[in-house]
T-cell receptor
Framework: DAGITQSPRHKVTETGTPVTLRCHQTENHRYMYWYRQDPGHGLRLIHYSYGVKDTDKGEVSDGYSVSRSKTEDFLLTLESATSSQTSVYFC???????????FGPGTRLLVL | AQRVTQPEKLLSVFKGAPVELKCNYSYSGSPELFWYVQYSRQRLQLLLRHISRESIKGFTADLNKGETSFHLKKPFAQEEDSAMYYCALSGHNTDKLIFGTGTRLQVFP
């Protein structure tokens, strides 16, 4: 568990402001993922990365962008936060060739 | 389309009772199935995966390809089993996991 961290752990922001969440892993995992967790929806994939500078969209990518400039960091940016983006955000990572994903502790984001 | 269905949002049992959390999937090939558990306000943790066929914390799950199910079972529930449980599926030609909407298990003393 200690190999995957997220920052910040809690954030309150206002509608229309940009927000960046950071995921950091020390496992040298090739793949990294961003999910949001909402009641009644479970976990939904926002974006994922299959290598440095290689990213792809998930099922709920609108309003979000990501960047991965090095193996250990995967950033999620809400370009202009909206109240519908209030959620708990989880990062995950895994090794290539292994489907088990390992999760970070989550970030609680409140958009007012 | 790939889909994971967990029909129960909430399952409440008393300590010592058997538990079965249902998971049905839709996938045209041979999927890999997982159960993840999330204790209160904690990160998700892998509970078990079907290819390892192991029993973790007394839980087991058998992949039934005929019924496209991967139900999670435990013969005697404990209070510490209270948590959110997610079933997830991965296909062999995909980089992603598809999660169900989760079932909250409450075990009363």
């Amino acid at each position: 568990d200690a190999g995957i961290t997220q920052s910040p752990r809690h954030k309150v922001t206002e509608t229309g402001t940009p927000v960046t969440l950071r995921c950091h892993q020390t496992e040298n995992h090739r793949y990294m993922y961003w999910y949001r967790q909402d009641p009644g929806h479970g976990l939904r994939l926002i974006h994922y990365s299959y290598g440095v500078k290689d990213t792809d969209k998930g099922e709920v990518s609108d309003g979000y962008s990501v960047s991965r400039s090095k193996t250990e960091d995967f950033l999620l940016t809400l370009e202009s936060a909206t109240s519908s983006q209030t959620s708990v955000y989880f990062c995950a990572s895994r090794l290539a060739g292994e489907m088990t994903q390992y999760f970070g502790p989550g970030t609680r984001l409140l958009v007012l | 389309a790939q889909r994971v269905t967990q029909p129960e949002k909430l399952l409440s049992v008393f300590k010592g009772a058997p538990v079965e959390l249902k998971c049905n999937y839709s996938y045209s090939g041979s999927p890999e199935l997982f159960w993840y558990v999330q204790y209160s306000r904690q990160r998700l943790q892998l509970l078990l995966r079907h290819i390892s066929r192991e029993s973790i914390k007394g839980f087991t799950a058998d992949l039934n390809k005929g019924e496209t199910s991967f139900h999670l079972k435990k013969p005697f529930a404990q209070e510490e089993d209270s948590a959110m449980y997610y079933c997830a599926l991965s296909g062999h030609n995909t980089d992603k996991l598809i999660f169900g909407t989760g079932t909250r298990l409450q075990v009363f003393p």
